[in-house]
Antibody
């Protein structure tokens, strides 16, 4: 059964880079025809797609975050990662990773990242 | 970028009642690319409907989706206690994914 688990610092200082990793088990991250994506949800607010990486390595980012986001894959570890630079308090959110196609059937449990000094 | 607008923001209903949730797109969306999710507090969203009208694995048949073009609807035929939650629509287009702002279904 496919499982995704987010990991990374729960507290990041303003202006620094947020880094998260999603570890995939029960399936290969090299599997064809899937996207591996990141979605976030500020406390008490809705869902925002951050970006996704296709199994081929192509990346797609939310235009509003594109200048600050990098998503990459490490096939040797069956992981993919998110880097969000120059964070502010507005980046405080629960960050989810997901395996998806046009819709998102598989989600991690999410991890709260707080941006604060 | 396609914007999804959900209405109403909050729906107050009693168990056993019918819930009708709306999702309107700023431009036409392929039905193949429209999905609905349920989210309960402290949990990740759960896929309910994909392709506008197909139920995901394990989703009860009281949940149904319909619509096309710019107007889509999620219907819960008879609310069960576990259905009180927040619901999101989501679309895919031009290698981007967007979500609506959500509709909260609360107990009246």
């Amino acid at each position: 059964q496919l499982q995704l688990q987010e990991s990374g610092p729960g507290l990041v200082k303003p202006s620094e880079t947020l880094s998260l990793t999603c570890t995939v088990s029960g399936g290969s991250i090299s599997s064809s025809s899937y996207y591996w994506g990141w979605i976030r949800q500020p406390p008490g607010k809705g869902l925002e797609w951050i970006g996704s990486i296709y199994y081929s390595g192509s990346t797609y980012y939310n235009p509003s975050l594109k200048s600050r986001v990098t998503i990459s894959v490490d096939t040797s570890k069956n992981q993919f990662s998110l880097k969000l630079s120059s964070v502010t308090a507005a980046d405080t959110a629960v960050y989810y990773c997901a395996r998806h196609m046009w819709w998102l059937p598989h989600w991690g449990q999410g991890t709260l990242v707080t941006v604060s000094s | 970028e396609i914007v999804l607008t959900q209405s109403p923001g909050t729906l107050s209903l009693s168990p056993g009642e019918r819930a009708t949730l709306s999702c309107r797109a700023s431009q036409s969306v392929s039905s193949s690319y429209l999905a609905w999710y349920q989210q309960k507090p402290g949990q990740a969203p759960r896929l309910l409907i994909y392709g506008a009208s197909s139920r995901a694995t394990g989703i009860p048949d009281r949940f149904s989706g319909s619509g096309s073009g710019t107007d889509f609807t999620l219907t819960i035929s008879r609310l069960e206690p576990e259905d009180f939650a927040v619901y999101y629509c989501q679309q895919y287009g031009s290698s981007h994914w967007t979500f609506g702002q959500g509709t909260k279904v609360e107990i009246k």
